[in-house]
């Protein structure tokens, strides 16, 4: 990074800075990553718990170059499932299954996320999102 320190990646994880030292983050855990240029800033923003906000780390360099390659690779191929299920009119949510890529047999993370402006409070709609997400894994089978 522009400041010295390390950050690095493998077939099944992201080491990303805590602190003084680096923290494991496997790719089924990163949501997804994002390049400012005019910052050179890397953010890099890790799945949480429903109706908490995402984990982000930002990472000063000058080009993320084939480490945004990896992170780009990486990210996509933790995705086993994807589905937007509408909920209220064309608004819904949208339901990810990821798994660790380097192991086939690695258990699937499951999680959804609400459109904008559909409000977690909204009288019965985590009932629905959590229903379409058990529709969506059984169809699947996992």
Same mark, same amino acid.
């Given at each position: 990074?522009?400041? #010295?320190?390390?950050?690095?990646?493998?077939?099944?994880?992201?080491?990303?800075?805590?602190?003084?030292?680096?923290?494991?983050?496997?790719?089924?855990?990163?949501?997804?990553?994002?390049?400012?240029?005019?910052?050179?800033? %890397?953010?890099?923003?890790?799945?949480?718990?429903? #109706?908490?906000?995402?984990?982000?780390?930002?990472?000063?360099?000058?080009?993320?170059?084939?480490?945004?390659?990896? /992170?780009?690779?990486?990210?996509?191929?933790?995705?086993?499932?994807?589905?937007?299920?509408? %909920?209220? #009119?064309?608004?819904?949510?949208?339901?990810?299954?990821?798994?660790?890529?380097?192991?086939?047999?690695?258990?699937?993370?499951?999680?959804?996320? /609400?459109?904008?402006?559909?409000?977690?409070?909204?009288?019965?709609?985590?009932?629905?999102?959590?229903?379409?997400?058990?529709?969506?894994?059984?169809?699947? #089978?996992?």
């Amino acid at each position: 990074m522009s400041d #010295g320190t390390w950050v690095a990646g493998t077939r099944a994880a992201v080491y990303l800075p805590d602190g003084d030292k680096l923290r494991r983050v496997g790719w089924e855990a990163i949501e997804r990553a994002a390049w400012d240029s005019e910052a050179s800033v %890397l953010h890099v923003f890790e799945t949480t718990a429903f #109706g908490t906000p995402l984990r982000a780390t930002d990472l000063a360099v000058d080009d993320p170059g084939r480490f945004g390659q990896l /992170l780009r690779e990486r990210i996509d191929a933790s995705v086993l499932v994807q589905r937007h299920v509408p %909920l209220v #009119g064309k608004k819904g949510v949208r339901i990810v299954g990821r798994r660790n890529p380097a192991e086939a047999d690695a258990p699937v993370a499951w999680n959804f996320v /609400l459109d904008k402006g559909l409000e977690p409070d909204r009288p019965g709609l985590i009932e629905q999102a959590e229903a379409a997400l058990r529709s969506v894994r059984e169809e699947f #089978g996992i």
